[in-house]
């Protein structure tokens, strides 16, 4: 059993929670993620690594209540314990120096991009980081992303902070500004990559994005996350959950994602009714 150390409500929908979960904290590495189960009963969904101490045998998760499972570990306490958390799973975010590195997040995406972000300013590179959200509130972790970036860029839908726009605007500014970017990564959601690495690829930047299909097992047993990229069928939980941005076939994992939309509903209204919610 795995229990729930501390819970934050960040913004509306999303929560802030450190789990404790030794065996996880001591091998965990930036761009890993873990499949939790909140009991027995419960269905198995994944979840990104965004922090670890190893020395206390913790890991931080940061998430965003969409379906019945994330709004049941919502409703969790301090205390209370997770049946499972599998972990760490997927490959590990290929950090090094790069040279610049341009850091783009957006959503709930952004905690999944700051161990990544963090280790590679450590590593020495200059870390040019863009947070895209809707209104400025939704703009989560910008302090903790400011303390490992040379240079933070807001990007916010209704122009409440920062740039008015989308980060594809951020990115376009920096190029116009004569600012060399070697490496990009972007994670957000699936349309906010596809668009990330459609302006890297017409900028001639390389970039990785965090790939999110449905997962069951997180393994590589099942084949319910598998993704087209360059042409060949990979299992985003253990070929992933990064891939190269320009070789993915956004449309059809957009068109995977959508496949249980229907028993998805059905599953949370069921369950907000249960808890007395709906
Ligand atoms: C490797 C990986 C890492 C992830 N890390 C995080 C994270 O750190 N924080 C976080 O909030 N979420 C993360 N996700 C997404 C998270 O797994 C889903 O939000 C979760 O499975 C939803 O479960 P549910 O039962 O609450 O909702 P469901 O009832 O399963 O789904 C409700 C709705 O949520 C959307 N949804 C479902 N699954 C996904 C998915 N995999 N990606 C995007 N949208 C989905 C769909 O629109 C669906 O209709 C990650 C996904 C993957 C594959
Ligand atoms: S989730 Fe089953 S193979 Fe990846």
């Known amino acids: 059993m795995f229990e729930i150390l501390t819970k934050k409500k960040i913004v509306e929908k999303e929560y802030d929670m450190w789990i404790k979960a030794p065996r996880v904290a001591s091998h965990a590495k930036p761009g890993q993620f873990v499949v939790v189960r909140t009991s027995e009963k419960g269905e198995r969904i994944p979840l990104t ?66 161990p990544i972000l963090r280790e590679l300013k450590l590593l020495g590179n200059k870390v040019i980081t863009i947070l895209g959200g809707r209104t400025s509130e939704l703009v989560i972790m910008k302090d903790e992303c400011a303390k490992y970036s040379d240079e933070l860029i807001i990007t916010t839908d209704d122009g409440s902070e920062g740039i008015k726009g989308v980060v594809t605007d951020g990115m376009k500014m920096l190029i116009e500004r ?18 990330s690495a459609l302006t890297a690829k017409e900028l001639g930047i ?44 956004w449309d059809e994992l957009m068109t995977r994602l959508k496949q249980y939309k229907d028993q998805e509903k059905i599953s949370l209204e069921k369950y907000l009714n249960e808890v007395g919610e709906m």
């Open 178 to 195: 004569g600012e060399k970017i070697d490496y990009a990564w972007a994670i957000g959601p699936t349309i906010m990559m596809k668009f």
């Open 206 to 249: 390389p970039i990785w994005v965090s790939l999110n299909p449905i997962m069951v097992d997180g393994t590589g047993m099942c084949g319910a996350c598998r993704v087209t990229v360059n042409g060949n069928i990979r299992f985003a939980c253990v070929d992933g959950p990064e891939f190269d941005g320009h070789g993915v076939a």
């Open 49 to 114: 690594i965004a922090d670890f101490d190893r020395e206390n045998g913790n890991i931080r998760l940061i998430f965003q209540t969409v379906g019945k499972t994330t709004y049941e570990m919502s409703r969790m306490e301090v205390g209370d314990k997770l049946a499972d958390v599998v972990g760490p799973l997927g490959t590990p975010s290929e950090v090094k120096k790069h040279g610049t590195v341009l850091m783009i997040g957006g959503g709930v995406g952004i905690a999944a991009l700051f």
